[in-house]
C-alpha cells in the first residue's frame, strides 16, 4: 500500500527542508503546493496568473484551484510511486477533506502528520534569510546553512534569489492567515492519531532525526 506523509507546519518551520531530506532518504515523492504554484507562475500559465494574485498578498489560493492541481500531480503514477510526502497541503479542513476522498481512490490515506513548530519570531529570521536557486530549488539561509559563495548555489552554480512573498509585512500576513485557516488542521488530525509534533526550533540535522526517529513509530 502507497504511503502519504503530510508535513503541516507555519511558514519557514522548515517543512521544504525535511520534506526535501525525507524524500531522499524514503524515495517517496515530494510534492509541494508551494513549489508547483510557483513552477505555474514562472511558466506563466492561467493557473499561475490566478495563483500569484493571492500569493502575493499572502492569502491562500482558493481551495478548488488547490485542490485541482494536487489532484493531477497524485493521480500521476509515474511521478508518486509507492505514495509522497506532501508539504504545504492540505492547508484548509476542506483540502484535508479533498485529500482524504482522493488517497481513498487509490486505496491509500494520510499514514501520519509531521507537525513542525515554532515561535512567530524565528518564522520571521528564516524566511527573511532564506534564499533558493532558481534551477534546483535548493534552500539556503544566510545565517544558518549559508551558500559556500554569496547568491550562488553550491550544488550547480545557479543563481539564487529570495521570495517575492518573503518580505516581512507579506510573511506577517501570511502567518496570520495559517492561524486562521491552517491551524484547525492540528485538530483534524489529532483527532484521527495521525498528528506527530515535532520541536522546529533545533538544528536541521536533529529535526531530521526527531522526526524519523517519531515515523518509525
Ligand atoms: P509555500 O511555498 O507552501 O510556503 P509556506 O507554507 O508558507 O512555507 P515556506 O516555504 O515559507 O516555509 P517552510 O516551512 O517550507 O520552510 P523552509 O524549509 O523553506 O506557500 C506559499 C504560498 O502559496 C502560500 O502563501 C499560498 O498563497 C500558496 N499556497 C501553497 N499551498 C497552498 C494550499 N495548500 N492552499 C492554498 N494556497 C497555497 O525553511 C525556511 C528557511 O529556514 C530556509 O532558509 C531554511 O534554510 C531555514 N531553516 C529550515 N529549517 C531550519 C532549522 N531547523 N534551523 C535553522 N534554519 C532552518
Redesign the pocket.
Known amino acids: 500500500m502507497s504511503t502519504y506523509i503530510v ?1 503541516l ?12 531530506i525525507l524524500a531522499d532518504t524514503t524515495k517517496l515523492a515530494h510534492i ?7 513552477e505555474n507562475i514562472q511558466n506563466q500559465t492561467e493557473l499561475g496568473k490566478q ?1 500569484k494574485s ?2 502575493d ?7 478548488d ?2 485542490i485541482a492541481m ?1 489532484r493531477e500531480r497524485i493521480s500521476c503514477a509515474e511521478c508518486n510511486k509507492g505514495g509522497a510526502i506532501l ?6 479542513p476542506a ?1 484535508a477533506d479533498a485529500l482524504e476522498k482522493m488517497l481513498g481512490e487509490y486505496g491509500g490515506q494520510v499514514n501520519a502528520v509531521p507537525y ?1 513548530t ?1 515561535a512567530e519570531s ?2 520571521i ?3 527573511g ?4 536557486c532558481r534551477e534546483t530549488g535548493h ?7 549559508p551558500p559556500k559563495q554569496t547568491g550562488v548555489c553550491d550544488i550547480d552554480g545557479s543563481e539564487l534569489y529570495q ?1 517575492d ?2 518580505k516581512k509585512e ?2 506577517t500576513k ?1 502567518i496570520r ?2 492561524f486562521e485557516q ?1 491551524m484547525p488542521l492540528v485538530e483534524y488530525y489529532r483527532q484521527r492519531g495521525r498528528l506527530i509534533e515535532i520541536n ?5 540535522e ?2 531530521t532525526s526527531e522526526l524519523l526517529e517519531a515515523l518509525k513509530k
Open positions: 508535513l507546519g507555519p511558514p519557514g518551520a522548515g517543512k521544504g527542508t525535511q520534506a526535501k509541494s503546493s508551494g513549489d508547483l504554484f510557483r495563483a493571492y500569493m498578498k499572502g492569502e491562500l489560493v482558493p481551495d484551484l488547490t494536487i508539504d504545504g497541503f492540505p492547508r484548509t483540502q513542525v515554532a524565528i518564522l529570521e528564516r524566511t534569510g532564506r534564499w533558493l534552500v539556503y539561509h544566510e545565517k544558518f546553512s521570495r512573498d518573503d507579506t510573511v501570511r492567515v495559517y491552517t522546529g526550533v533545533q538544528p536541521v536533529q529535526v
